[in-house]
């Protein structure tokens, strides 16, 4: 186990810092002046100048890399204005265009997005797990044909569409809801929760097609299994042989595609939080990436990166732990 | 875990299932096929057409019709259905003016140009990596395994959002959209050609082949190739579908083709400001995309029932065991988002 997770951790890392080296090698190469941009269009070329040097713009690539990973590591201290600004580590840098530290700028959005994945992730496994259980125990033709139908409905919609049609039957024609925006858990539960209906579900129906088939195959698998003809043989009930036994083996795959979705989330949100205007981690990609904005793209880059890898672990090891079967090695 | 060694047993899977033409008239036979097979013709003729069928309408894609507008309701088209006419057979978009099915059937050239070649690049660069860590040194193995590796950690909407952004705005757009996406998703064809191509080396006619003095090269062209046809072809066919909603959704997201050129997701992210005045313009390219990718979703998982009948009959009736009990499949795309990286489909996790 520890040595699972040791040598998963050093391939993060190096997973991590390749996505590192090749966001800033892209960059690099970009058109635009980030100088220019920080300072502002009305700025003289002399300001310009100056703005560059604080930023450290004038240094060559490798440096700047340099200074950017010494800062993820060590901390560094940036020149703002009159004193210096001390960032700790694990330091994204200082965005160009607010002059914000990024892992501020990207800390206020991630309750955001977090709000998004979770309260979707909670519909799509009632509603994908609930359809899949269904049709694996009631099988026949009609639920067959049904879940299929769904199945490919469901990844044949993107969500940007789903979401559209939605928006406009249930806020903007029925008016069943209102619509979306984001109000902080903290501040108001329940506008929180109003606010965000409509985007979770425009997530969770696209997602539950394919948690809805899993979960059928997954059972369906399951109770051909020898252990379970054996209790069946024994004279155990069929309802207690699926919520007691086929059950845990069934929801395997189902809890380990759950946690690698929720990883990926993070950084594939991006559609929904542009169309329902919420002001999560894509929110802030999509405005830093046409300000040109390098220490906040290569920051999201970096953490939504590090989600993806981190959820991989994470469905490795629940893996382990729902299933004995699995030796982690 | 070491990603799972691939027992005899697939490869046999991997076999072509029967000949070129049987497979198709099968395809033929089922009806769900043949309608997905029709609505793709229908387009891929639309898309060859598209400036003849608009020349037959009289409009262009980009003249604008300022005069179809109502200015006081902010751009909003005048008349029904969101200016609906002889002239314009679908509409007017609102703000512009300018003509929805020519723009609908541009956008249509765009979307199959762009995924058909997204799809070109992957299978390219996915066969030629994974055969060539299926019969290259360890080495060369390890460096492509690690490569593979990163690029299905790389949050790819994140990564193309990105791409799309800091090339020069005078690289042809289209082109880079195809190589974005191309670029980004080839790690699961090539961790699939790697896997098949590990086992078939080990079957008695390779090594027959071997032992003839036929090189590596030569082994890759003339055994390996015509084996790994049918999983290829059946990944590709998930891919395509997947890719059109790349391009959709990059549109969308303003990072893809820049105006003046169509694109449905670029017509949807213009529709989210007008959805209230003119929700016409919302369901045409909405449906039109739907339609779209489900048709090739449709044929994609005909032509894996065909080629590929040992894993689909697995999908219905329930896996083999051990490969559910191996999580390192690789990770499913988001196909919440956008499936750069790759399609959503349970067979990538069981």
């Not at chain 1, 901390?75 to 210096?84: E, I, K, P, Q």
């Not at chain 2, 105006?259 to 213009?270: A, E, F, N």
């Not at chain 2, 209230?276 to 779209?292: C, G, I």
Request: charged letters at 15%; aromatic letters at 6%; proline letters at 6%.
């Amino acid at each position: 186990m520890t040595r699972f997770l040791l040598r998963k951790a050093v391939g993060m890392i190096g997973v991590l810092f390749a996505l590192t080296l090749v966001v800033y090698a892209a960059f690099y190469l970009a058109p635009g002046d980030p100088a220019q941009l920080a300072c502002g269009e009305k700025c003289s070329p002399a300001q310009v100048l100056q703005v560059r040097e604080r930023l450290g713009l004038d240094a060559p690539v490798h440096l700047q890399y340099a200074r950017f990973l010494q800062g993820l590591v060590a901390g560094r201290d940036f020149s703002a204005g009159t004193g210096l600004l001390h960032c700790p580590a694990p330091c994204l840098g200082v965005s160009y265009r607010s002059g914000e530290q990024v892992s501020d700028m990207i800390a206020a959005r991630l309750p955001v997005t977090a709000s998004l994945a979770f309260g979707a992730m909670v519909i799509w496994l009632v509603l994908g797990v609930g359809t899949g259980l269904l049709s694996a125990l009631r099988r026949g033709r009609l639920s067959e044909r049904l879940l299929t139908a769904l199945t490919l409905t469901g990844t044949a919609v993107p969500v940007f569409v789903i979401g559209l049609v939605l928006l406009i039957v249930l806020c903007a024609q029925l008016q069943w809801l209102p619509f979306p925006s984001y109000v902080p858990l903290t501040e108001d539960p329940q506008q929180w929760f109003w606010g965000l209906l409509l985007p979770w579900f425009s997530l969770a129906l696209i997602e539950s097609a394919k948690y809805a088939r899993l979960t059928r195959s997954a059972m369906l698998e399951t109770l051909a299994e020898d252990h379970i003809r054996t209790f069946r043989a024994y004279g155990v009930s069929e309802r207690h042989l699926v919520t007691r036994h086929a059950l845990r083996g069934a929801l395997t795959p189902v809890i380990a595609l759950t946690a690698m979705d929720l990883g990926t989330l993070f950084g594939s949100a991006v559609l929904t939080e542009s169309l329902f205007g919420l002001p999560g981690l894509g929110k802030l990609l999509v405005s830093s990436v046409s300000l040109i904005d390098l220490p906040t793209v290569v920051g999201l880059v970096l953490v939504t990166g590090f989600c993806v890898v981190l959820a991989n672990i994470v469905a490795d090891l629940l893996y382990a732990v729902t299933d004995r079967r699995v030796v982690l090695g | 875990m070491a990603p799972q060694e691939p027992t005899a047993g697939e490869a046999r899977a991997a076999a072509p299932a029967a000949g070129r033409r049987q497979v198709w008239r099968r395809l033929l036979a089922r009806r769900t096929a043949r309608a997905a097979g029709l609505v793709i013709a229908l387009l891929l003729l639309i898309a060859v057409a598209a400036p003849l069928l608009s020349a037959i309408e009289g409009q262009d894609p980009t003249s604008y019709h300022n005069d179809l507008l109502d200015s006081a309701a902010g751009g909003v088209p005048t008349g029904s259905l969101g200016g609906v006419s002889a002239d314009h057979w679908l509409g007017v978009e609102p703000g512009t003016g300018r003509d929805v099915f020519a723009r609908l059937v541009h956008g249509a050239r765009l979307s199959l140009l762009v995924a058909v070649g997204a799809t070109v690049v992957q299978v390219t660069i996915g066969v030629l990596l994974g055969l060539a860590a299926g019969l290259g040194s360890r080495l060369l193995d390890q460096l492509i395994g690690n490569t593979t590796e990163v690029m299905l950690a790389l949050p790819s909407l994140v990564f193309a959002i990105s791409l799309m952004a800091v090339v020069p705005a005078d690289f042809p757009r289209p082109l880079l959209l195809t190589l974005v996406i191309g670029l980004l998703g080839w790690a699961g064809t090539s961790r699939l050609v790697r896997a098949q191509t590990l086992s078939l080396r080990q079957l008695d006619y390779v090594a027959a082949a071997r032992l003839a003095g036929a090189g590596r090269w030569r082994i890759a062209r003339r055994e390996l190739l015509p084996a790994l046809a049918a999983p290829v072809i059946t990944y590709a066919a998930i891919l395509l579908p997947s890719n059109v909603v790349s391009e959709a959704g990059l549109s969308f997201l303003g990072v893809g083709v820049k105006p003046p050129t169509s694109s449905w997701g670029q017509m949807l992210s213009g529709a989210t400001t007008w959805f209230r005045a003119d929700p016409m313009y919302v369901l045409l390219p909405s449906a039109v995309l739907f339609a779209t990718v489900l048709a090739f979703t449709v044929l994609g998982d005909a032509v894996r029932t065909e080629l590929d009948p040992r894993a689909a009959s697995r999908l219905r009736v329930g896996a083999a065991r051990q490969a559910a009990a191996s999580p390192t499949g690789p990770p499913t795309g988001p196909s919440v988002g956008l499936p750069v990286g790759l399609p959503a489909d349970e067979e990538a996790t069981a």
